[in-house]
């Protein structure tokens, strides 16, 4: 089944599949800002993630921060270092996820029903 929300017709049609990909790479970055989840999880998570998707703004959003995460992944930095510049690659695609907020919601509630 396809989704399509007008409200955010820039982002196009998303299958649920889709949808649920992009729910967990949001709930990925959370965790990344709440410390629980490394650069490493979010830069193997992000490529895996590109790779499945098929609408290419997504595919755009998800992909643009993997070299910066891997730059940082090749600095010596502390970890705190580290997540808070993973923070600061990332920041377009949480922008880009919080614009799908409202579809990713639809569907985490109509998935919670059946």
């Known amino acids: 089944m396809e989704r399509n929300d007008p409200n955010h017709a820039e982002h196009g049609t998303l299958t649920d599949i889709e949808i649920r990909l992009l729910s967990n790479v949001l709930d990925a970055l959370d965790r990344l800002f709440d410390g629980d989840s490394s650069p490493i999880d979010i830069h193997d998570l992000l490529l895996a ?8 703004p997504s595919i755009e959003y998800v992909l643009d921060p ?4 891997q730059a940082i992944l090749r600095n010596s930095g502390s970890p705190e270092d580290q997540q808070q510049l993973s923070l ?3 920041n377009n695609l949480r922008h880009y996820l919080a614009d799908l907020d409202p579809l990713i919601s639809s569907w985490a509630c109509a998935t919670a029903r059946q």
């Open 66 to 69: 993997v070299p910066g995460l």
């Open 88 to 90: 600061e690659a990332t």
């Open 49 to 56: 993630t590109g790779h499945a998707l098929k609408h290419p």
